[in-house]
T-cell receptor
Framework: DTGVSQDPRHKITKRGQNVTFRCDPI?????LYWYRQTLGQGPEFLTY????????KSRLLSDRFSAERPKGSFSTLEIQRTEQGDSAMYLC????????????FGEGSRLTVL | GESVGLHLPTLSVQEGDNSIINCAYS??????FIWYKQESGKGPQFIID?????DKRQGQRVTVLLNKTVKHLSLQIAATQPGDSAVYFC??????????FGKGTRLHILP
């Protein structure tokens, strides 16, 4: 499978714990995006990378959230001290720069904070 | 603001009929628009895009219309099939690479 893969697909954690999600983009893609989606809503932009550089981070993202893409390939999204309001689907997408709108999404990592 | 919204949250269409999904945007600086389809349990899938210097673009069974005067975007699906059942999102960018999604319209196909 050469699509975008995300791991884990589901994560249940207790409030206050840290969680980390991993995204492996399509190998030729230089852009990688993280979105958050709650039930009945559209994906909400969190951050994106071009190669290893983090180009923008949403103001909605608190200091508890951090994302990395150390070698310009896979990326991780970490949430520290999780809160119940962090429960959502975390979506990763990748693209070629120059094909800006054509994002290829993974199937997401669903987080449930108890 | 950065609002991208939709007129209707759900749409029911008879199989074989044409579907029209509408979207309003508020930012006149938006210059690029995209439609995505999201099936249950999956990530969104790109359908078609259009730049602000165009008013119509056609794909396979889909057409996107852009009316910049009233800041309105629509997706037309011809001969709707059961596999078209999904949530459809319009999205926009404003010259940067951040893609902002609207809330979505659920399309139901009636047999």
């Amino acid at each position: 499978d050469t699509g975008v893969s995300q791991d884990p697909r589901h994560k249940i954690t207790k409030r206050g714990q840290n969680v980390t999600f991993r995204c492996d983009p399509i190998s030729e893609h230089n852009r990688l995006y993280w979105y958050r989606q709650t039930l009945g809503q559209g994906p909400e932009f969190l951050t994106y990378f071009q190669n290893e550089a983090q180009l923008e981070k949403s103001r909605l993202l608190s200091d508890r959230f951090s994302a990395e893409r150390p070698k310009g390939s896979f990326s991780t999204l970490e949430i520290q001290r999780t809160e119940q309001g962090d429960s959502a689907m975390y979506l990763c997408a990748s693209s070629f720069s120059g094909r800006d709108g054509e994002l290829f999404f993974g199937e997401g990592s669903r987080l449930t904070v108890l | 603001g950065e609002s991208v919204g939709l007129h209707l949250p759900t749409l029911s269409v008879q199989e074989g009929d044409n579907s029209i999904i509408n979207c309003a945007y508020s930012n006149s600086a938006s210059d690029y628009f995209i439609w995505y389809k999201q099936e249950s349990g999956k990530g969104p899938q790109f359908i078609i895009d259009i730049r602000s210097n165009m008013d119509k673009r056609q794909g396979q069974r889909v057409t996107v219309l852009l009316n910049k005067t009233v800041k309105h975007l629509s997706l037309q699906i011809a001969a709707t099939q059961p596999g078209d059942s999904a949530v459809y999102f319009c999205a926009e960018t404003r010259g940067d690479d951040k893609i902002i999604f609207g809330k979505g319209t659920r399309l139901h196909i009636l047999p």
